[in-house]
């Protein structure tokens, strides 16, 4: 099972994307994700990091278009991911 390392930029507070962001966690793991690690840069908390396990890239493009409308109004600006996919080894 991959790692994935999601980074992206919130245009709101961090307090209301990560309020969303855990209300989510049934359906996270309900879709095969490992949370491993999510929160922000020291200095940016604009800044959003998410580590986790994933069962493929497609199975995070999938819940990310199953949950568009909750990503959007967390405040995540769209288009500002990056994604580093790591091997499981």
Known sequence: MPVI???????KPYEH?????DGHREAQEA???GLLYRGHEVEDPTSIRVVFSAPSVEALQQFMQEQAGDI???????????IVVCSDM
Do not use: R, Y
């Open 17 to 21: 994307w990560v309020e969303i962001f």
């Open 31 to 33: 879709a095969g994700f």
């Open 5 to 11: 390392f999601f980074k992206a930029t919130i245009e």
């Open 72 to 82: 959007a109004d967390s405040g995540h600006v769209l288009g500002s991911e990056e």
